[in-house]
């Protein structure tokens, strides 16, 4: 089982910015945080400038072939906010049903991997992030009210990622 919590594998970084990115692209290994701003990803608001442990998923705790899970998590020290990040670069449609896919699988590892610990927290939230579309707001109302009455977990489809 996937360990979400430890920084066994020492990919877990800790960030505490009030703004930055999370990335994924083909050439690093896996997701990244980008403190600058510079890099192609999903902005992150972490207004309360809160110490944040940001934990890649897929790549890092799956490998190669273990894949079909989303691409970071963002979490508080004390596990009271979990965030699960999928990020897309699709210019064709297809990229939410995908991404909810990898957030699903990532979500029922978690709570496999964790019991209980996902239903404690009181700031539940999950997003599919497609950074092709900058400023694609269209609401997916049905997938998102499906999602949070199946996983008791808010999803959104755009950015930037809230930490509230």
């Given at each position: 089982?996937?360990?979400f919590?430890?920084?066994?594998?020492?990919?877990?970084?800790?960030?505490?910015?009030?703004?930055?990115?999370?990335?994924?692209?083909?050439?690093?290994?896996?997701?990244?945080?980008?403190?600058?701003?510079?890099?192609?990803?999903?902005?992150?608001?972490?207004?309360?400038?809160?110490?944040?442990?940001?934990?890649?998923?897929?790549?890092?705790?799956?490998?190669?072939t273990?894949g079909?899970?989303?691409?970071?998590?963002l979490?508080?020290?004390?596990?009271?906010r979990?965030?699960?990040v999928?990020?897309?670069?699709w210019?064709?449609?297809?990229?939410?049903?995908?991404?909810?896919?990898?957030?699903?699988?990532?979500?029922?590892?978690?709570?496999?991997?964790?019991?209980?610990?996902?239903?404690?927290?009181?700031?539940?939230?999950?997003?599919?992030?497609?950074?092709?579309?900058?400023?694609?707001?269209?609401?997916?109302?049905?997938?998102?009210?499906d999602?949070?009455r199946?996983?008791?977990?808010?999803?959104?489809?755009t950015?930037?990622?809230?930490?509230?």
């Open positions: 089982m996937a360990d919590l430890s920084n066994h594998d020492g990919n877990c970084q800790t960030v505490s910015a009030q703004s930055f990115k999370v990335c994924d692209d083909q050439q690093h290994p896996m997701s990244y945080l980008d403190l600058t701003g510079s890099a192609r990803g999903a902005e992150v608001k972490n207004d309360a400038s809160r110490e944040l442990i940001f934990r890649p998923v897929d790549r890092a705790l799956y490998g190669s273990g079909r899970r989303c691409d970071l998590m979490r508080t020290t004390g596990n009271d979990l965030c699960f999928e990020l897309k670069d210019k064709v449609s297809g990229w939410l049903a995908d991404g909810v896919e990898q957030l699903e699988n990532t979500l029922q590892d978690f709570e496999d991997s964790h019991p209980g610990v996902l239903m404690a927290a009181p700031c539940r939230s999950a997003y599919v992030v497609n950074i092709a579309r900058h400023g694609f707001s269209r609401v997916h109302s049905a997938v998102m009210r999602f949070v199946k996983h008791h977990v808010i999803l959104r489809t950015q930037p990622v809230v930490i509230r």
